[in-house]
Each structure stands twice: as structure tokens, then as C-alpha cells.
């Protein structure tokens, strides 16, 4: 498919205005989506940090276990390798905390998920 090209510098004010309104939304919602993507990788990074944190020592300590973005309840680690990890918007999944953990693994996540986003 051929596209025309046109000189926007022959196009009416009306024209050029509405051209500029339809840049800045698209604008605004590349910038929505990038702080969106921002928000998910720093869940990513939060969730690795406390899988990291997670040793057979931790096994029966007391923990806060989150029920809404405010309010958590006392709990404690019944088992230290398969954890449930929160991944947005009321997702969650099993995994196991010595994989992630693991330097190999570590390695695949930060190159498949953080450097993917700007790390």
C-alpha cells in the first residue's frame, strides 16, 4: 500500500491544530503505558527481592501477609520453597523461591524482564 505524503506546511490552522491535539493524546498514552510498564517491573523487582530474602531459616517466622495494598494480617512461612507471588491486578502465581533465587535463573529474569524495560 503506497502512502501520500502531504506538506504540512500547506495544510489549514483548523487542520494543524487538530493534528497537534491527536499528537498529544497519543502522546499522553504512550507516556500512561511507559509509567504502566515502569509500575509492573518494579512489582517484578519487589517480588525478587523478597523471594531472595526467603532461606530455609525463614521457615515458621512470623510474617505480614498483605490482603489489599494497605492492610495485612500476621501469618507465618509454612513453606519456603513455593510461594505465591503477586504479578498485578489480582493475579497471582506459584513459584519456586530457590529458582528465582538461583543465579542462573536470576540471570534469565533480569535479562528477559528488567533490561527489556530500562534497568
Known amino acids: 500500500m503506497?502512502?501520500?505524503q502531504i506538506d504540512i506546511a500547506?495544510?489549514?490552522?483548523?487542520q494543524l491544530n487538530q493534528l497537534a491535539k491527536q499528537l498529544d493524546q497519543e502522546i499522553e498514552l504512550f507516556?500512561?503505558?511507559?509509567?504502566?510498564?515502569k509500575?509492573?517491573?518494579?512489582?517484578?523487582v519487589e517480588s525478587q527481592e523478597?523471594?531472595?530474602?526467603?532461606?530455609?531459616?525463614?521457615?515458621?517466622?512470623?510474617?505480614?501477609v498483605p490482603?489489599?495494598?494497605?492492610?495485612?494480617?500476621?501469618?507465618?512461612?509454612?513453606d519456603v520453597q513455593n510461594v505465591m507471588v503477586d504479578i498485578g491486578t489480582g493475579y497471582y502465581v506459584d513459584m519456586v523461591s530457590l529458582c528465582i533465587s538461583c543465579t542462573k535463573?536470576?540471570?534469565?529474569?533480569?535479562?528477559?524482564?528488567?533490561?527489556?524495560?530500562?534497568?
Open 50 to 64: 523478597s523471594l531472595n530474602k526467603i532461606s530455609p531459616e525463614s521457615l515458621s517466622k512470623d510474617i505480614l
Open 67 to 78: 490482603l489489599t495494598g494497605s492492610i495485612y494480617v500476621p501469618g507465618q512461612l509454612s
Open 31 to 37: 507516556s500512561s503505558s511507559m509509567n504502566q510498564l
Open 105 to 119: 535463573c536470576n540471570g534469565v529474569y533480569r535479562d528477559r524482564i528488567l533490561c527489556r524495560y530500562g534497568c
Open 2 to 4: 503506497a502512502t501520500q
Open 39 to 44: 509500575h509492573a517491573q518494579n512489582k517484578f
Open 10 to 14: 500547506q495544510l489549514p490552522i483548523e
